[in-house]
């Protein structure tokens, strides 16, 4: 039993990353209606940020306090929702009225581009670099649990993001005209919400969890690499379709609940190798029966 | 117009053939081996066309197949070699593991068919992707076939007239397959599946076809490839070859065979022109893929009106 509540623990905070990440994809996909490839990138790039602002941090603020780690969190964010604008504005912009599948392979292109350059020698380097010590690990023992105090942090840190990005779309003037651009642009329009500016902001709020996603992740696993992305970013993606595409509750549930099969099944002898495969068996089995995700609701097509 | 009848593909493909069989005489090995590349992307590229392109499905798991089948026809013919057949019988052997390899990628190909009744568009997408993303994590753990460290020893039986015939079937049956009275079915179920239906048209049946026909050719290629590299590595057919083999359609131009043709040769031809920048050429590929995208979005080769395209 200890050992079902350890692994759904651990799960838990793989999955909270996961949803930061999945409610990028799922945002942009409500605006835009199309997959930003490039999200998992914009992630990795938050985990380099955090990287390389960790030590001149460290020297204003002590080495392992909460405020260091806030700061370092905040700049990141705001650093890659600036990233996340940008590769709005210079790749998607161009293509607003093009097919989606244009827009898709554009950002499929973007996301190569961004691996690559960054793999270069002259940018990270391909070589795995070890994340600095933000906030000091501390192991505890709550009855036979055990809990790191970084997981504690992720599954808190997470669960005040989405409680801010709840806010921010549920009751700000510029989260209702998002709600209102993703229900129809052009009816939007028409009530005066200036859409590029949306979509904009959509991508700033997106890419900004992502940071956060990336400095979380590169705390609990402490490598990272200009490919951390892609994996990860994939397993995001599944995360926001299993939650219904689209839907911003359904994205952080999916990545709840991806988080916690994917780590029940490692858990189990004979399936751990399987592991990478269980998170797509899982979204299969589920879209099988819930074509639309777990809380998308069925569009009716109309002849 | 090069667009239509069938015949006419055959009869380019087969003098393609005669002349790459006449020229392969003086290629060295390097141009060699990447015109086998070029003639294994043709086939890979032609045949998803016909999932996405024709169809109008989204398949972002080609490569999936194509690991089947490579996988499939390289321990066949381990297992023959090891056996000791005759060298004469060995073309006998090798076209059999092929056409072994590519029946499995198509049982698969119906395998993942199955969830387009009830998917669309991106749904269906991120299914076929998961899908190729587990036949990976399955070689990657199956010790029969090396598991992670990669099948070694497969025989080098992919010669240049065995590559480009395939390339040769393969345009030849999905160009004639499509303009056949039967195939027409494949563009009414792209342009309007419910219109489709309507008109006695049955969807599924031609999605299932689309799938099944498009994976058994995907195996083919992987059996080719298996046996022209000689070395079978899961990490391979990671999802980026699947990406690699859409991107080839997209630029070809959704649904236009010649199109498609020429951007395999194109974008197999790419990365290797760009060696020379060294460190830049993956940096110069994507910035080009985003270029060509911005700017003829329609396909590199689509010079008529466009044709509806669907996600």
């Known amino acids: ?303 | 117009m090069l667009q239509s009848g069938a015949k006419r593909w055959l009869l380019v493909a087969l003098l393609v053939i005669a002349v790459a069989q006449a020229a392969s005489g003086w290629l060295n090995r390097y141009y060699l081996g990447v015109s086998i590349d070029i003639a294994i992307n043709i086939v890979l590229a032609v045949s998803l066309n016909l999932i996405n392109g024709h169809t109008g499905q989204f398949s972002l798991g080609h490569c999936g197949f194509m690991a089947v089948g490579g996988y499939v026809s390289a321990m066949l013919t381990i297992a023959a070699s090891r056996a000791g057949f005759p060298p004469a019988l060995i073309p006998g052997i090798f076209a059999l593991s092929l056409v072994a390899g590519g029946i499995l990628a198509a049982l698969a190909g119906v395998a993942v068919g199955i969830p387009s009744f009830r998917l669309r568009g991106d749904y269906l997408a991120i299914v076929t992707l998961g899908f190729g993303e587990i036949i990976r994590v399955f070689f990657q753990t199956f010790e029969p076939a090396g598991a992670a460290s990669g099948l070694k020893g497969i025989p080098n039986h992919t010669t240049f007239l065995w590559a480009w015939s395939f390339a040769a079937i393969t345009v030849y049956v999905v160009a004639s397959l499509v303009n056949s009275t039967y195939g027409r079915g494949f563009l009414a179920v792209h342009d309007d599946e419910i219109a489709a239906g309507a008109m006695g048209v049955n969807p599924i049946r031609y999605k299932l076809t689309a799938f099944s026909i498009g994976a058994f050719f995907a195996g083919i290629a992987g059996g080719l490839y298996a046996h022209h590299k000689v070395f079978l590595s899961p990490t391979g057919f990671d999802f980026m070859r699947s990406i690699e083999i859409v991107v080839m359609v997209i630029l070809g131009g959704m649904g236009r065979t010649f199109g498609v043709v020429l951007a395999a040769i194109l974008l197999t031809i790419l990365p290797e022109v760009l060696r020379g920048f060294a460190d830049y050429r993956m940096i110069l590929y994507s910035l080009l893929i985003i270029v060509l995208m911005i700017s003829r979005p329609q396909g590199l080769f689509t010079f008529v009106g466009p044709r509806k395209a669907k996600a």
């Open chain 1, 1 to 303: 039993m200890s050992e079902f509540l350890q692994q759904l623990l651990n799960g838990l905070s793989l999955g909270a990353i996961y949803a930061l990440i999945a409610l990028g994809y799922t945002m942009v996909y409500g605006v835009l209606r199309f997959i930003n490839f490039a999200h998992g990138d914009v992630f990795m790039l938050g985990a380099f940020a955090g990287y390389f602002l960790a030590p001149s941090v460290a020297r204003v603020f002590p080495p392992g306090s909460i405020a260091g780690a806030l700061v370092v969190l905040i700049t990141v964010m705001a650093i890659c929702a600036g990233i996340g604008a940008s590769i709005e504005y210079l790749a998607y912009r161009p293509l607003r009225r093009r097919p989606r599948l244009t827009v898709l392979i554009t950002a499929i292109g973007v996301s190569l581009f961004i691996e690559f350059t960054c793999q270069h020698r002259l940018v990270f380097g391909a070589s795995p670099r070890t994340f600095p010590e933000l906030l000091a690990n501390k192991t505890l023992h709550l009855g036979g649990l055990t809990v790191n105090t970084n997981q504690l942090v992720v599954i808190t840190l997470t669960a005040l993001l989405l409680g801010g990005l709840s806010f921010v779309v549920q009751r700000t003037k510029v989260g209702t005209a998002m709600r209102a651009v993703a229900f129809n642009e052009q009816a939007a329009a028409l009530m005066g919400v200036n859409i590029n500016r949306i979509i904009s902001f959509t991508f700033a709020l997106g890419s900004a969890l992502a940071g956060a996603g990336g400095i979380l992740f590169a705390m609990t696993y402490t490598k990272i690499e200009p490919l951390m992305g892609v994996q990860t970013g994939l397993k995001a993606f599944v995360a926001a379709v299993l939650g219904g595409i689209g839907n911003l509750p359904g994205a952080a549930l999916g990545g709840l609940v991806l988080g916690v099969v994917e780590t029940l099944a490692g858990g189990v002898q004979g399936l751990s190798n399987y592991r990478d495969g269980i998170a797509f068996a899982a979204l299969i089995l589920i879209l099988l029966f819930r074509p639309a995700g777990l809380l998308g609701r069925a569009q009716i097509e109309k002849v």
